[in-house]
């Protein structure tokens, strides 16, 4: 197995970023007085569909696997203008819509052209079965995906990504939050992990027969744990107590401040098993030889 951390510096020219950002939102939004609400409820046969799309840009996206012969999509939509009239003609004109491209099935919402600078919230809840290939892209919130075995795809500029019950290639990235990604007791031998934050941890958990090629990059920190934790272990062997103390055992612990290294920390990973192999930092974030 190999492993490559990297840590990279920049975290207060980002904070200074979120906050220019932030104060231009709140500017805006302090005129947009008006609001109109609405949920849209879609759903879509299964059929030949083998990849699931679902695209945001202000809102968040959460999907959950389940046994069904049949995409469900809940679509919960908010419209902020200058009067509550205005924000309910501009969502009159908003569509959610579930149309098939090849095999994927990509699911957006489309504003109107006259919408101008008002706001404009699309949250997305979606049961689908868990074998299918998930692409999610939102620009601000946040994304989470529980139970699905396929690769899983996500994309946000500023929100979290949380994934739990994975069983196949992941692929998560975040400029301004928290990575978490928890692999099932069943999950193959070898998957591959990528995985990125400019500001934001990472926290990776996976059974500790699993054998990733993983490659993380944050400003803060990184966490692998490698086992399972005392609910995981439970529901795998229902006679394990749920107290049983954890399985997971840290091999890469967060650190309480970026590394002040020009070079970052790095960090890498041969053989199999992921426990006790990688080797320590150095106070200056240099990865030093373990010892022999």
Not at 45 to 71: C, D, F, Q, Y
Not at 239 to 255: N, Q
Not at 270 to 282: A, D, K
């Amino acid at each position: 197995m190999r492993t490559t951390l990297v840590t990279r510096i920049g975290l207060c020219v980002a904070l200074m970023c979120i906050v220019a950002a932030a104060g231009c939102v709140t500017s805006t939004g302090d005129n947009l007085r008006g609001k109109a609400t609405r949920t849209d409820n879609l759903t879509s046969p299964v059929g030949s569909v083998k990849a699931l799309r679902v695209s945001t840009n202000v809102g968040a996206i959460k999907l959950e696997a389940a046994e069904t012969a049949e995409i469900r999509i809940t679509a919960d939509i908010t419209v902020k203008a200058k009067t509550d009239e205005q924000a309910q003609e501009l969502l009159e004109g908003v569509r959610v819509s579930a149309e098939p491209s090849g095999d994927t099935l990509v699911v957006k919402a489309d504003k109107p052209a006259h919408f101008g600078n008002n706001q404009l919230n699309v949250d997305f809840t979606v049961t689908a079965p868990a074998d299918l290939q998930l692409d999610c892209t939102t620009n601000v919130g946040d994304i989470r995906i529980d139970g699905f075995t396929s690769r899983v795809e996500m994309r946000t500029n500023v929100g979290a990504i949380t994934c739990t019950g994975l069983r196949d290639a992941m692929s998560a990235h975040t400029n301004v939050g928290d990575i978490r990604a928890a692999y099932s007791a069943d999950a193959p031998a070898a998957v591959e992990v990528s995985a990125s934050t400019d500001v934001g941890c990472i926290d990776f958990t996976a059974p500790s027969q699993i054998s990733a090629n993983l490659s993380a990059a944050t400003n803060v920190a990184i966490s692998i744990r490698t086992g399972l934790s005392p609910s995981a272990a439970h529901s795998a062997n229902p006679s394990m107590p749920r107290s049983a103390p954890p399985k997971a055992r840290s091999i890469c612990e967060p650190t309480s401040a970026p590394s002040r290294s020009t070079e970052g920390r790095r960090r890498s990973l041969n053989g199999p098993g992921l426990p006790g192999r990688i080797p320590p930092l150095s106070r200056t974030g240099r990865a030093e030889a373990p010892s022999r």
